[in-house]
């Protein structure tokens, strides 16, 4: 239930980051920033077992996750804006 939590904290502090670095006009609440920020997490995830492999160790905050988490978030976004700038045209 701890590491829910922390999947909680962690997504909303990198989809906020990601929302400050590409600053722009996007109708998000909370939950939509969380939610950003999550796949965000996930996407940086899979970067980075991709590039490193799998990792062996249990849990632990690591720095360079939040930075790949933040990448994954400004990915995310960006494609969010492009694929609703598409729409509406």
Do not use: K
């Not at 400004?74 to 804006?81: A, C, E, N, P």
């Amino acid at each position: 239930m701890l590491s829910f939590i922390w999947w909680l904290i962690i997504g909303l502090i990198a989809g906020a980051l990601a929302r400050l670095i590409m600053p722009g006009r996007d109708a998000m609440g909370i939950i939509a920033t969380m939610l950003l920020g999550i796949v965000g997490s996930v996407i940086g995830g899979l970067v980075s077992w991709a590039i490193w492999g799998a990792d062996t160790t249990e849990g632990g905050f690591r720095p360079a996750g939040l930075l790949l988490s933040i990448l994954g978030a400004i990915l995310v976004l960006w494609i969010w804006r492009m694929a609703r700038s598409r729409s509406t045209v």
